[in-house]
Each structure stands twice: as structure tokens, then as C-alpha cells.
């Protein structure tokens, strides 16, 4: 039997690599999901700077740059397939009409600004260059929309209940069924995702078999739950600390479900590391602050946001970036 939480140990940002269809399920001992998850930020992880260095309440000092060094153990393939433009469908799960300053209409627009303006940016662009097998990630990324369920599932999910909750979307036509979709479930801060949200974990993404197809989505729930343990500042780019903590673990988990969809056969290092995982709790070194103080590392269209390098794979070695320039 595979202890899950092995994973948790090497990984910063968990991400949670379950069923992955049937063929891919024969991988696994007994059909138990592969589980990697991101550690929240407070947590001993491989290579962590210590708390003090990412103090978010200290404005007067840039967030963790991370190092600007060939990153090992390298990245290889592993012939499975690529998603080579991802398309974002959202599921807004719990109560976002609360009157908390994060769950809000406003918070949602947020997210929804990110996904419009992450394809084709220089950041998302760097997932190119796991181009490989006849597979062209292009860079480029579509919203394919979006749904409400407001508790179908309960205020306190399993990780079985998120592949529920999207095959619910989908079955009553909320939500297309989309092979080369990635489905986020967004939970409100009054959601409780009980194999570790908040405490072992921030954000996963694996993939499975919906009524309608095999599918490849994400868990990400409303960092205002756990600020200083799931997001990197209390204070934001856009005023909503949780909501902006959500983006880049949205970003972190998109990437990775572009490059490894369907765990652990895409592009993974030795000890099970997909590229999210590897610059996680990194900022890079062209961090700016904003008017409250807050700092942030790339503009995607009009707003500011703090996200995560990603890996960029070079035959030099691999780097973590911000872009194919700045890392």
C-alpha cells in the first residue's frame, strides 16, 4: 500500500496525483490515488529558508527569491501525454457571497482576471519548453467557463468528493465535458477539505474517470482559511490576501497539469517532483511592491500578482524562472 503522505515530505506545494483512468490505475497498488501535495509554507519541507526570511508582515523586504542555480535532480518524461493548451473551468464550491472580504463576487473576479491573461504570458510560456513526443504545449491557455454549487457534497469534503463534485457539474450541463480541460474546485473559507487542507497541504490536482471521460482536476480552497500557512503575505496585490493566495496555487497546479496531467507518467524528477514543486515558495528576484506595501512579481493584464516561479526545462539544466530572462 502507498503511504501518501511520503509525498508530503519532498514537495512544497502538495498536489495530490490520483486515479488517473483506468490504465493508469493499474499502476497503482489497489487503486489507492498517488498523492502529491503542497506543504504550506510554514512547514519543513527539502531546502525551505526559515520563517523569519518570509516574514509577509515585514513590507520592508522582498518575499523568498530562491536560488538562481541548476535545480536537481533534473526533470525527465515519461511518455505519457501532455495537455498542450489547457482550458480553465472553475467551480465555485461553498458560500462566495460572504461578507469576510474574501469569500465576495470581488474575490471571484480575481481569479477569473488570472485565467483570462495566463495563456500566452512570458510566465506560462516557460511550460513550452516541455514540448516533447509529439506533444506541443503551445503556452497558451482558454477559459472555458465556470459553475456554482454551493454544498452539494457537504461543508466538509474527502478527496473523493471533488471528482463527485465535477462529474455533478458536468452531468447537470453546469460544465462541458473538455479532454484537455482542468477543472478547479474553488472552496470558500467555510469549506473543509479533510485529508489536510490548511495543515499538510495548500492545493493538488490529479486525474480520474467522470461519467463523461477522463478528467484532470484541481483542489484549491480559499487561502483566508489559513493565511499563514497557505498564502505568502497577509497584506496583497489586490486587497483579498486569500484570494491571492489561491492564484498561485492555481498557477502552480495549472502548469502542472499541463506538463504531468495524468501523474506520475509526464514530466516528474526522481523522487516523484513535478515542475510546480520544484521552485514552490520562490518569488524570483523582480519582485516590486504595490501601493499597500504588498509585493507582487508579474502584471497579467491589468492587475498585480505574487506567483511562483516555475521550472523551465533547458538541456543546460533546469532553472526556476519567472520567465525565459528573469528568474
Given at each position: 500500500?502507498?503511504?501518501?503522505?511520503?509525498?508530503?515530505?519532498?514537495?512544497?506545494v502538495l498536489i495530490v496525483v490520483g486515479l488517473v483512468g483506468s490504465a493508469r490505475a493499474q499502476?497503482?497498488?489497489?487503486?489507492?490515488?498517488?498523492?502529491?501535495?503542497?506543504?504550506?509554507?510554514?512547514?519543513?519541507?527539502?531546502?525551505?529558508?526559515?520563517?523569519?526570511?518570509?516574514?509577509?508582515?515585514?513590507?520592508?523586504?522582498?518575499?523568498?527569491?530562491?536560488?538562481?542555480?541548476?535545480?536537481?535532480?533534473?526533470?525527465?518524461?515519461?511518455?505519457?501525454p501532455l495537455i498542450q493548451t489547457p482550458v480553465i473551468y472553475l467551480i465555485w464550491y461553498g458560500n462566495w457571497n460572504q461578507n469576510n472580504g474574501s469569500d465576495t463576487p470581488a474575490g471571484q473576479q480575481i481569479v477569473r482576471d488570472f485565467c483570462h491573461s495566463i495563456g500566452g504570458s512570458p510566465y506560462f510560456n516557460l511550460n513550452t519548453s516541455y514540448s516533447t513526443n509529439g506533444f506541443n504545449i503551445t503556452g497558451n491557455v482558454t477559459f472555458g467557463g465556470e459553475a456554482t454549487d454551493t454544498g452539494s457534497s457537504g461543508t466538509r469534503l474527502r478527496d473523493s468528493s471533488i471528482l463527485a463534485i465535477i462529474n455533478r457539474a458536468i452531468n447537470n450541463h453546469l460544465l462541458p465535458y473538455d479532454a484537455n480541460g482542468v477543472y478547479f474546485v474553488l472552496t470558500s473559507t467555510n469549506i473543509s477539505e479533510t485529508s489536510g487542507f490548511c495543515s499538510f497541504y495548500c492545493g493538488w490536482h490529479t486525474a480520474g474517470n467522470a461519467n463523461a471521460g477522463h478528467v484532470r482536476y484541481s483542489f484549491v480552497g480559499n487561502a483566508n482559511r489559513c493565511l499563514n500557512g497557505c498564502a505568502a503575505q497577509t497584506t496583497s496585490p489586490n486587497g483579498n490576501p486569500g484570494v491571492d493566495g489561491m492564484i498561485s496555487v492555481i498557477a502552480h497546479e495549472l502548469e502542472e497539469s499541463t506538463t504531468d496531467p495524468d501523474p506520475i507518467s509526464g514530466w516528474i524528477d526522481s523522487q516523484n517532483g513535478e515542475n510546480g514543486d520544484k521552485c514552490a515558495w520562490t518569488f524570483g528576484h523582480s519582485q516590486f511592491q504595490v501601493s499597500n506595501g504588498s509585493w507582487a512579481n508579474v502584471t497579467l493584464g491589468t492587475r498585480n500578482f505574487l506567483i511562483q516561479r516555475n521550472l523551465e526545462h533547458l538541456g543546460s539544466g533546469d532553472l526556476c524562472m519567472m520567465d525565459a530572462t528573469h528568474n
Open positions: 500500500m502507498i503511504n501518501l503522505r511520503l509525498f508530503c515530505v519532498a514537495a512544497t499502476e497503482l497498488e489497489g487503486g489507492v490515488p498517488i498523492v502529491h501535495r503542497i506543504n504550506p509554507h510554514g512547514a519543513d519541507r527539502l531546502a525551505r529558508p526559515s520563517p523569519d526570511a518570509v516574514n509577509p508582515a515585514d513590507i520592508e523586504r522582498s518575499l523568498t527569491t530562491g536560488g538562481t542555480g541548476v535545480v536537481s535532480p533534473p526533470i525527465t518524461y515519461h511518455g505519457g
